[in-house]
Structure formats: C-alpha cells, structure tokens
C-alpha cells in the first residue's frame, strides 16, 4: 500500500498546514490504487465526478461535496480528473493542538475517527463560497508569509473546522459541543488507540477515573450511543478494514483484535453485521459497499 506523508517545508518554513486548489496540488493522489496518508485531508468538490472508497464506505463525489479523512485511512479513488474543481485542507494534529495546549482537539471534531457516520456532507453555495473566502485568505497569508502569519492561518483553520462541525452536526443529529464534555472526547482517544486490545468499559472507565454509569451519560450525550456500542463499532471498524484490506484469515484476525477463538469473532461479527466475516470479505471482493 502506498502512504503519503506530510511535506513540512513545502514554503521554506516548518509548517504543518497546507491549503490550495487541485490546480495547486495537481500531484494529489486521485488513483484507484489502495493508499492512505499521515495527516487530515478535508476536501472541498465545487465540482465533482466519480466516487470515493473510504474505509469500505462508498462516497459519491458530486458537487459541493465537502469529504473528511482521518490519518491512516484507507482509499481508493474513481474520479473523472478532467472534470473536477476542489479545495484540499492538509494539516498534522501538533499544527492546531500545540498551540492551543489541547491533545484531543482533533477527537472532538464529529467528522474525524467517525466509525458510524458517512464521513462527508453535502453544503449549499453559500456554505460553499464563505468557505472558499477563508481558503483564499489562508493562501495570501501563505505567499506573502510574515512573522504572525501562522497564528492567523491556525485561527482561519480553527474557524473553518468549527463551522464544519456544525453542519456535520447538525446534518447526522450529534452534539456539536467542544468546549465540555471532556471525558467523551478522552474516551474516543483511547478506543482508537486502545481497541485492538481492550474491548471492556471496565478498562476504559478505569483509565478515566470515573464510574461506567457515568462513562456511559457522557458518551451518549455526545456521540448519540452507549459507551458499549462505540466500542463495538470500533471493533468493528478494525475487522472489517482487515477483512478487505489484507490477506489475513479469520484466525488471524480474531488474534490481531484479542479475540480467543475465530469462532468467537464470526459470532460477533455476524451479530453486529448479519453476515459472517467470510460472506463480508467475498463481498467486498465482488464489488460490494457495506458501511
């Protein structure tokens, strides 16, 4: 698999951020070869033609497609190039959360580590062309770099991602709360680092010093599901990526996610799919999308 990573001194500066047009980035990646990268991309599509595969979640690319990528994850892309306008937003997690001392920045934002959700909204033309003002403000202070250009680049990017947030939101009825709820956004933090080998809420509720009962409200209240069925979406999420993304078997599998016995994880997955782990990967091997 090929994996791109971010380019820091594109502007003669370390800089963990980048905007620009596919004019601009016109070596982007657009290929239907299985590939993924180590920042977050949001891209913009005024105009847009083909599809997406992302993490085994088909996405058509229409116009004012907004599409958002998390480090790491898995694509494919089947796009006409002659026949396409976007925006890219590139940019590493320390860009944003050194500066503003938040380690979980990134985890509060709906849109980014979603294992549930379509990871892309569709926006007006007004939502559009606001955004594509921010865009062209971020690239002046790019060309014409001073000494407090980075500061107003972070805060033209915090304001872009916040609005985002919203409409993602708002659209798939989730909080968009990021100043509270603390323990929430730790809790997302640790299932993407931590569910491969832990899949108990007592593991989770003990590494953030509080109570299951009390686990559970927070992650209701934000994500919209118990603290039980994120961690099996996770789970599920990891299964299902090695399941179409690698050559391992189902024992292999079951070992790679801590599960004693293959027998145990098919139960698993076919109680959570309706399908078996083999039935999934065929599928997906004969050209099916299941999200």
């Known amino acids: 698999m090929k994996n791109f990573h971010f380019v820091k001194n594109k502007y003669g500066i ?16 657009f290929e239907p070869t299985l590939h993924n990268t180590d920042f977050y991309e949001i891209i913009f599509f005024s105009k847009g033609n083909g599809s997406l595969e992302l993490d085994n979640q088909k996405i058509n690319v229409e116009n004012n497609t907004v599409i958002f990528i998390s480090p790491f994850q898995n694509r494919k892309w089947y796009l006409d190039k002659s026949n396409i306008e976007c925006h890219f937003i590139f940019f590493k997690d320390d860009f944003l959360s050194n500066f503003f001392s938040d380690k979980l920045f990134s985890f509060k934002l709906q849109y980014f580590y979603n294992k549930t959700k379509p990871l892309f909204i569709k926006i ?21 770099f ?105 024992n292999e599998i079951a070992n790679s996610v801590n599960f004693s016995e293959a027998n145990h994880l098919t139960r698993f997955f076919k109680q959570h799919s309706n399908i078996t782990p083999k039935e999934y990967r065929n599928n997906y091997q004969n050209g099916s999308y299941i999200i």
Do not use: P, W
């Not at 370390?14 to 990646?29: A, T």
């Not at 007006?124 to 202070?141: A, M």
């Open 14 to 29: 370390e800089l963990f951020m980048d905007i620009g047009s596919y004019n601009d980035i016109s070596n982007y990646f």
């Open 124 to 144: 007006s033309n007004t939502h559009l062309l606001k955004f594509q003002v921010t865009f062209q403000d971020i690239l002046l202070e790019l060309k014409d």
């Open 146 to 250: 001073k000494s407090d250009s980075e500061h107003i680049i972070r805060s033209l990017l915090y304001f872009t991602l916040i609005k985002l947030n919203r409409l993602y939101s708002e659209l798939h009825l989730l909080s968009s709360e990021t100043e509270n709820n603390t323990t929430s956004f730790m809790f997302k933090q640790l299932l993407q680092n931590e569910v491969k080998n832990n899949r108990t809420i007592d593991f989770y509720s003990q590494k953030l010093g509080v109570s299951r009962i009390t686990l559970n409200k927070c992650v209701k209240k934000q994500f919209g599901m118990t603290s039980s069925e994120m961690i099996d979406e996770f789970i599920m999420f990891e299964i299902k990526s090695m399941l179409a993304y690698s050559t391992l078997n189902i």
